[in-house]
């Protein structure tokens, strides 16, 4: 949820840690902070984005050739310049930054300041800084000191300590820790963008694993201080392509590369696609998870495979596998649907999942992720870095990667033909002329409904978080046939409803809901090939063979959530309150 990093080496460490923050701002933007190492530790930082508070603090003028910075997503304490990262221990001589939560810092906390340790902070993570001090006074020796700290603290972590004495000790355990190794120095990073401009030889960290840095180089070891030896990897170079280039944003930018995207998708994993057919095929219990739109791609993999397949699926929310661990089968298959590889909920429905014996198939753009690592089978989305914090292109991947299952699972009952939907949705993208009249005109609505029946109910669920996410208007997808039982009671004059209504079997049903709701005065949009007198605006799509719809219709709402989001002066690439990677339960 925050991103850390670190920088041991012959370059002046602040300017890098700097660099590598704005990379990875996408993990958390309410504050950043960066601590060096010259003479002494020395730490500075402050609420805002890392461009703000450096240009404030001139965080990349601290001295030193090795130090740690940090991109805070809130959890334990206000947005605050004292909760801040990094935080020193009581002495000053150990600083500290961290990812996750520590469970059983209140009694961690409460042993050391009997022992006469001073907190400054509201945070979980300061019990850290603290704890190592205490370890560190009493062995003198930063292994030591380290192994006592990971079996005192109990939670998902990462963290990454500085020592006056010039050593540099990271830690990991269930959140995402990278160790970048370059020619002139070492980095350890939360993400592959944290260092990926300087080298692409990483080495992933296990769980219960930590590392030191010193003059001697690199040791790497387990909680109980065995040492431990990792494989370098070579980290694709298309991670270190994150320009916004002429786009105004990211998530723009990122909308814009869905008709490359699309056809790139499972592209780098034919045989994996190829053999999670045959797993599905022979399964005799399949479920799929995910979280946020990664759940709403699930939902679409269940209307196509169920229909075109006669396979039946059971689509799970992540964060609710964990009140119902018993509802898996034992020997089934858990289809695990997540961007980043490193969602905390997801990763947790896969860990109870294979406690199950499931086999678990993801679908994921970062190769290299936890998620990867847990996976029998690993589908890459191939989508390149996204760093809106709202998820566009990786969403048309997903569902791309869930079609060509499809056409494999049904014999070729549907024929993906992947330029033709390519030139569709950039057909959609080649004039945003109507969809900035809709947005001028939706920036002071409080309500927006979103209407879709079978398959096009997923899409109405995904266009209401995007407008939720970007816009902060409240936004909710409701399943067509439900408008009676309930939403039409919400339908006044002050309510705009967008209608995803293809041209195919449901358009007819569709129409009749959209005529039912206009009748009680709300402003209805029209999202179909089809034009209508019932829409008071049409947003036109091309038309497509019925079964992938899905994959244009969703793209106009996306640019719509956008140009709201810039109607109402709010920043589309970094919506309050959320963060890219959700790595805290």
């Not at 592209?267 to 696609?273: F, G, K, L």
Request: aromatic share 8%; proline share 4%.
């Amino acid at each position: 949820m925050c991103s850390i990093i670190g920088y041991y080496g012959d370059g002046t460490a602040a300017p890098i840690l700097v660099r590598g923050l704005k990379r990875m701002e996408y993990r958390g933007y309410d504050s950043v902070g960066v601590a060096t190492k010259d003479q002494q530790i020395l730490v500075k930082k402050g609420v805002g984005k890392v461009a703000e508070v450096n240009d404030s603090l001139h965080l990349d003028a601290l001295p030193g050739h090795m130090g740690i910075g940090h991109t805070r997503w809130a959890t334990h304490g206000n947005v605050t310049d004292v909760n801040a990262h990094p935080h020193p221990s009581s002495s000053g001589k150990i600083a500290i930054v961290h990812n996750g939560i520590i469970e059983n810092y209140e009694e961690l906390k409460a042993d050391l300041e009997k022992r006469g340790y001073k907190f400054k902070s509201q945070t979980d993570s300061e019990v850290i800084a603290n704890a190592l001090q205490f370890n560190y006074d009493e062995t003198l020796d930063v292994k030591k000191a380290m192994i006592r700290t990971t079996s005192q603290i109990r939670g998902h972590y990462a963290f990454v300590a500085m020592f006056e004495n010039g050593t540099l000790a990271a830690a990991k355990y269930h959140e995402p820790l990278i160790i970048g190794i370059g020619k002139h120095g070492y980095f350890l990073s939360s993400d592959v963008l944290g260092f990926i401009e300087k080298t692409d030889d990483a080495i992933y960290l296990d769980n219960g694993e930590f590392v030191i840095l010193d003059r001697i180089g690199i040791q790497i070891y387990n909680f109980d201080g065995n040492p431990v030896k990792h494989q370098i990897t070579k980290v694709s170079k298309e991670f270190a392509d994150v320009y916004k280039g002429d786009y105004a944003h990211y998530t723009l930018k990122e909308i814009s590369e869905q008709p490359d995207t699309i056809i790139q998708a499972g592209e780098n994993s034919r045989d994996a696609i190829n053999s999670a057919t045959e797993f599905i095929r022979h399964a005799r219990n399949i479920y799929i998870t995910g979280s946020g739109t990664s759940y709403n791609a699930a939902l679409v993999a269940k209307y196509l495979w169920q229909k075109h397949a006669k396979i039946k699926i059971e689509p799970i929310i992540s964060s609710e596998l964990f009140f119902s661990p018993d509802s898996i089968e034992p020997n089934s298959i858990l289809i695990a649907i997540s961007q980043s590889g490193e969602s905390a909920d997801v990763l947790e429905a896969v860990n109870i999942a294979k406690k199950h014996n499931a086999k678990i198939v993801s679908i994921v753009n970062m190769l290299t992720s936890s998620l990867a690592q847990e996976s029998a089978l690993v589908l890459g989305m191939n989508c390149g870095p996204e760093i809106g914090v709202a998820a566009t292109k990786s969403f048309t991947s997903q569902l791309s990667i869930i079609y060509k299952i499809t056409e494999k699972l049904c014999d070729g009952c549907i024929k993906i033909d992947s330029k033709k939907i390519s030139d569709s949705v950039a057909r959609v993208l080649s004039d945003h002329s109507k969809i900035k009249q809709v947005a001028r005109e939706l920036r002071e609505v409080k309500d927006i409904y979103i209407l879709g029946r079978a398959v096009h109910y997923p899409i109405a669920a995904e266009s209401a978080l995007k407008l939720k996410e970007l816009t902060y208007i409240h936004a909710e997808g409701i399943p067509g046939g439900e408008l009676k039982h309930g939403p039409l009671a919400l339908m006044d004059s002050t309510v705009y409803v967008i209608i995803i209504n293809p041209n195919d079997h449901t358009y007819a049903d569709t129409l009749t809901s959209a005529r039912e709701i206009k009748a009680r005065g709300a402003k209805i949009i029209g999202v179909s090939d089809k034009p209508s007198d019932v829409y008071d605006h049409w947003i036109e799509i091309p038309a497509m063979d019925d079964a992938f719809y899905p994959l244009i219709e969703i793209v106009p709402i996306q640019l719509l959530s956008y140009y709201c989001a810039i109607e109402k002066n709010t920043d589309p690439d970094y919506p309050r309150n959320l963060a890219k990677s959700v790595t805290v339960k």
